[in-house]
């Protein structure tokens, strides 16, 4: 059974950080493109960055301020947020996505406001 848990989300001030975490087991983890996505009320779902080995990708929106990392070692992959606006509020879900075989998990708060 695949699971993809989520951790980290809150309330936090303009110009604060948070760290999403997502643990995931049930699959082999390293081989897995792993992503954060969010979706905002009233808006699609995003995809906000994704990394496979070393190799990273973000939307411009959170480029130069949103770090991802993983460590396959605990099969966990990371969001570090930086410098957070009230436009990056949402919930932020991870994905992890291999040829056919896509997973979320449930999802997690992240709300910018002063």
């Known amino acids: 059974q695949v699971q993809l848990v989520e951790s980290g989300g809150g309330l936090v001030q303009p110009g604060g950080s948070l760290r999403l975490s997502c643990a995931a087991s049930?699959?082999?983890?390293?081989?897995?493109?792993m992503g954060w996505y969010r979706q905002a009320p009233g808006k699609q779902r995003e995809l906000v960055a994704s990394?496979?080995?070393?190799?990273?990708n973000y939307v411009d929106s959170v480029e130069g301020r949103f770090t991802i990392s993983r460590d396959n070692a605990k099969n966990t992959v990371y969001l570090q947020m930086n410098s957070l606006k009230p436009e990056d509020t949402a919930v932020y879900y991870c994905?992890?996505?291999?040829?056919?075989?896509?997973?979320w998990g449930q999802g997690t708060q992240v709300t910018v406001s002063s």
């Open positions: 994905n992890a996505r291999l040829a056919t075989a896509n997973y």
């Open positions: 049930g699959i082999n983890f390293k081989f897995y493109v």
């Open positions: 990394i496979i080995s070393s190799i990273t």
